[in-house]
């Protein structure tokens, strides 16, 4: 059985500039990766092509469905899903939480990926980990929907954020992505309504490969990374060497 | 080459407690420990000795000594020194602090173990970590003695304080030392001054034991661990896989 | 008048871990405790009992319903009431919140006890504590059933949660429950369904003994407590001596 | 066109005790300020009107109307429109978020004042808060109402709650509101159900004139300010000088 | 043998704005509070005197001791002692805190009392503090000076600094001083070189009173305080009844 | 009299990668920007030259202060200056304090920049930051030198650290530098020892500018800045208009 992995993703687009180098990664090391967008990103991350005559919240969802998907086949992912529940604000009521619930079981991921846990600019992104935590919870209750495998207890990293100091996000992992970063940056590429980001989060991933070798050996020489993404755990690691 | 780990103790006893567990697991794993104690703890955590008749300073720190060394032995600790610098205030001036930066780079240790950052009841185990960072720096920089091996960027791990929610410390890393479990207990018994810690500890380590299981697997039936300690990391990890 | 108390659980097994030893000993002080169960706990903390053939959701809530009311007996609780909402996740409607309100008045106590602020292990908990917070600011409010009388400014103790570091919790009190440690362990054990937990939560008690004893004189011999319970303010003292 | 603030209140009264100075000064300065009073504060903060004979909540309801539209004309307000959607607790469904996001839009505000983040003794306030940042991301997308004029990017400033450090609230910026303290006390006073207040928010504004002075030039001899109003900020800013 | 307490005031005016109800009133219930002023503030709470032609710094000091002693003398002080260490900065070598130590030993206080512990407007605040702190712990040690009595675990509170919220002070406990008002007002006014922070702690004390209602029984009629101080505890509570 | 500004760097090289930008803008502007260089970072900075054969202390400081010197001058700096203190640790006696605090009072500076307030990877930093605001307060003083002017209230800007997460650093201001870019980049360029780093403050500038861009106005067209810096505001601003 492989190993499998969940990216829970308020928009459409959220899942490539955040973590879409963990997700080629871990697809390359034979993680099955599932990513969920809970809305299209349509009303609020989409003003390029509002700006558009004659556009319509149907077109918005197509070209936006249509990028993200192109972004998911670049970064290889195992499935994509779109939850279509809207955005801005995105709000998931008792049946749209169960099917998420559904989702985690059905993946049983050893690792979970979601937003920042605080974003004044965009509460769509606050809400979707709030709900991440709150569906891992019952994801792992026996008494719901009982003879499904319940859930263990995967760890939720919290992927980067754009301004992460006003966030209150703090890294505490880097991986490396250097091996994939085209993937990313041909994922990146598919996002044609967001193009003013495009160099930003190259710029990211360069830095955060500075971190990297920061952190891996410091100024006397440690292994470099040309390119990399940074996490936040909400839960403890539990090892057998430090 | 062995790896090797630094554990840097305030006071004489400090490594039994919070780490001790840690020790012999990575000795048992092939590492070399060194573990330095800055004070003997002679005058604040010998309340038991100073209750005797005739006692003087030179006694206690004798007797504090035996105690260190044989749950040195107790747990395989590779090295223990003791840097005699007086407890109840610690003071390390210029000197101290670079016979600090000489062990490290001597030991050039895969990770580093030190007390909370805060510890409002103890001044000496905060004042103990602030110089930890400040000689681990030290040891970096290619000008302090040049031509001397420095050092790479190690973990920094603060382990477990007394009263953990008062220092602010928060675990992120859990270690299964179930195996090492007697070897751990054998060095407690070594501390006859503080026999009312016996306990607690043991209750301690049992009681993290049920945050690893927590943590690795959760209430659908993760790996147990019969004793744990938790850790704090001060520095992001850099890794290849999440 | 007999002062009175409400203890405001989560779940049905909640309030025997986390301050069955506060309700027992103040009811032996003469105070009348009052708990509320808001759900039975009956899907996400009743692992065992799903694990038998042919389990129910009724039969679920049945046993919890016995479990807490043998429990609840134990302590002397003397009212405890089952709002049985559900539970993982908890959902409280204007409804069931005015109900809230209702036992609030009704019981006009001098202390309430819920949970930890925060807890990303179980939504469930924070939940709680923010529906208490709420509840409590409606039965202040004149408005609300004007006639009824009107709450003054109970205080709201947040009571121990499993793994404290990771919920931000923080005791600023320690409570000797010495005298009504049998009642405490008689009401754990009634909880058959978690046995797993016995063990664990005595040395909790055992260790809040030893940090009643380290605050109330410290090293120089502070009154002892054999067993302690800790909780956290949310609101400040008012006092006439420090 | 003139420049435009909105200040969204909880209940009718907040705006006057803590940003009144905020409102006299702007609209002096030739700023147009909107005031939205979600609620009257009818159930929670009328306390003295609930205490005579034969009150409804109608009454209430125009008393406190009547008082606040006597307090925004003293503070010379551009608008102030009333909700009216309930207290204690304050409720938002989509049709009264959608309801503000019309006015923010309208309003296009350079900035916008609600409550602090938290207030445990409070939930209506931080409530407020909450959803002012979810509707000023609504109010920004492209999507939300086609062919509107969408939301720039305002400052929201957090005003003065009642206990500051009980709510975390830090004040980033004071504000000089020594030329229309007179404008503020004389809305204070249309607030008929709530004198004791009076003394205190005097109290507060001199003291806040204080602060004032010891930052904008220290003990030295700083600019004296006689009454201040202090303000934190959620968003960074953006200068072309420090 | 009466209570005793210790204030440890870093210049010789802090212990009146701060803490001068505290004292008046534990004199009055039989306590002797114990004031130690490190320094007189001599070079950086003067300005006034500093502006007088002809001024020295030991004059200054014996205006400042006059002062202080009034004060002192006004609010019933038991003992008041200047270590006269200098200001701005104060700075304490081994010496100093060993002479601190012996006081704290000398007067076994119940409690003591000393600045917040952050303070970026004046680093000799946080400075005492941290002091304070440590020789808490050294008095604590039994092997300080054997054979004299050790220290037990007193509570440290940290008083009111100016400008809350910047300093991260958080009250945990009103002490209401109506009935010692007068004698700390008197105490205020013996500070003929502050006068214009006399109507600024009147104003304190009146608002803090105000918390102390709001938290003694809320809106439905707590018990009233006129004047109050604010305190933020160290260490928690132990306890017999919550 | 022209404004001023004063610039305190632990080491020769953090004034040209954290505030360059913030340097040239405001020399522009007619300021004049005074900077101290408390070391020449001689023995952790400049790790390039120590793999250098026949490299000494001297050698070392010579060539950063060139470097630096050069820098300052592509800035425009209006004075620099270098206390030569010794790094890896930076110490600084009373001596050097009071050095730094005649600095201060000559510059009288209208605003000030130093170092984040934490940072466990460089001691040196936080170090610097702690005296900058002990010499501020000294500065502040009527009876340091008595007769000399002395400083008013002067703003602390905290510029960017390297890793700005693990400093626990938020930016609460951007400043656009797009207009002395070129010079910033031409100071970077100075810096031969850290050629590593000229294209991570590169991506940190546009990036940083990208941020200023949000926060003028959001997604529906804010302001653009190529470039910008970003600081933190220790003390709070005093203003006429929000």
């Not at 619930?101 to 920042?116: K, N, T, Y």
């Amino acid at each position: 059985m492989p190993k499998t992995a969940l990216v829970i993703s308020a928009h459409a687009a959220d899942f490539v500039w955040r973590c879409g180098g963990a997700i080629a990664l871990h697809q390359k090391r034979g993680y099955e990766v599932t990513v969920v967008c809970l809305s299209f990103g349509e009303r609020g991350e989409s003003a390029k092509l509002w700006k558009q005559q004659g556009m319509t919240l149907e077109k918005v969802k197509t070209a936006r469905r249509k990028e993200a998907e192109a972004a998911a086949k670049a970064l290889d992912v195992h499935d994509i899903q779109f939850f279509d529940l809207g955005d801005y604000p995105l709000v998931m009521d008792q049946e749209a939480k169960f099917r998420l619930v559904d989702v985690i079981r059905a993946v049983q991921p050893a690792f979970m990926l979601s937003h920042s846990s605080y974003d004044p600019y965009n509460t769509d992104h606050m809400y979707a980990t709030q709900v991440a935590l709150e569906c891992r919870m019952v994801a792992q209750a026996w008494g719901h929907n009982p003879g499904q495998k319940v859930l263990g207890a995967p760890q939720l990293y919290l992927f980067e954020p754009h301004q992460t100091e006003q966030m209150g996000w703090k890294p505490d992992v880097f991986l490396d992505i250097s091996e994939v970063w085209d993937k990313k940056r041909a994922a990146i590429e598919c996002m044609e309504g967001q193009q003013h980001l495009w160099h930003y989060y190259t710029n990211v991933a360069e830095n955060r490969g500075n971190h990297f070798q920061r952190n891996s050996g410091g100024q006397s020489g440690g292994r470099p990374a040309i390119h990399a993404e940074g996490f936040q755990s909400v839960f403890p690691r539990t090892v057998d060497e430090l």
